[in-house]
């Protein structure tokens, strides 16, 4: 089974920051993709930044040059470092991960999703 967990949310005033961070664990085998998602009230959920296997990195335009995505390779974790924040930012932020997992009849590949952390940014 597996499991990611989240930590580093919380209240910011606006042009704070913030770092989340997200750890996979259990029966993994390979990690293709890890990236954060973020939902706010009445909107649907978006993509926020993911990091995909090797080098590559996307990141929704209205981040870029706010948010950076890293990645431990040898800890499954995924950060996101958050500077500049807006309130138009605040939202719960799910780590998301691509992965196959070992399995007793095979290893299989599909999405995994995080509990999802709050980030309120207001004055």
């Known amino acids: 089974q597996v499991q990611l967990v989240e930590s580093g949310g919380g209240l910011v005033q606006p042009g704070g920051s913030l770092r989340l961070s997200c750890a996979a664990s259990?029966?993994?085998?390979?990690?293709?993709?890890m990236g954060w998602y973020r939902q706010a009230p009445g909107k649907q959920r978006e993509l926020v930044a993911a990091?995909?296997?090797?080098?590559?990195?996307n990141y929704a335009d209205f981040v870029k040059g706010r948010f950076t995505i890293s990645r431990d390779y040898a800890k499954n974790t995924v950060y996101l470092q958050m500077d500049s924040l807006k309130p138009e930012d605040t939202a719960v932020y799910y780590c998301h991960a691509n992965l196959i997992s070992l399995g007793a009849l095979g290893n299989s590949r599909r999405d995994y999703w995080g509990q999802g952390t709050q980030v309120t940014v207001s004055a």
């Open positions: 990091k995909i296997r090797g080098s590559s990195t």
């Open positions: 259990g029966s993994i085998f390979s990690i293709n993709a």
